[in-house]
């Protein structure tokens, strides 16, 4: 089983980027695909992104379409998450987490597969 674990959180400008990394231990990292769901202070979570098993599948949600881009890298058991043109609404604590992933979806299969989350702050 996979266990995740997210690092690259941080207080950014509007306008800024940043990077969000996910890493990983356990030997399904290969044939699983990842995600980030995000959840902003007093709202439900989201699913933000996530990248197919071999990385030929991606999804975005529509809020962030354009500005995040999601990558993995196998041989490192790592994943990331870079995030330009960050807005205030992007705030929240980010999570790394085992999915489904299809290019129109990213389907949660609970947080017991989620890592600890990192928080992620734009300033206005």
């Known amino acids: 089983q996979l266990q995740l674990e997210e690092s690259g959180g941080g207080l950014v400008q509007a306008g800024g980027s940043l990077t969000l990394s996910c890493g990983a231990s356990?030997?399904?990292?290969?044939?699983?695909?990842i995600g980030w769901f995000r959840q902003a202070p007093g709202k439900e979570y989201e699913g933000v992104s996530c990248?197919?098993?071999?990385?030929?599948?991606?999804y975005y949600a529509a809020s962030v379409k354009g500005r995040f881009n999601i990558s993995r890298d196998n041989a490192k058991n790592t994943m990331s998450l870079q995030m330009n043109g960050l807005k205030p609404e992007d705030t929240g604590v980010y999570y790394c987490?085992?999915?489904?992933?299809?290019?129109?979806?990213?389907?949660?299969?609970?947080?017991?597969?989620w890592g600890k989350g990192t928080q992620v702050t734009v300033a206005s």
């Open positions: 987490a085992g999915v489904g992933c299809t290019s129109d979806y990213v389907k949660n299969y609970g947080q017991q597969y």
């Open positions: 356990g030997s399904t990292w290969s044939s699983s695909a």
């Open positions: 990248i197919s098993a071999d990385g030929d599948v991606t």
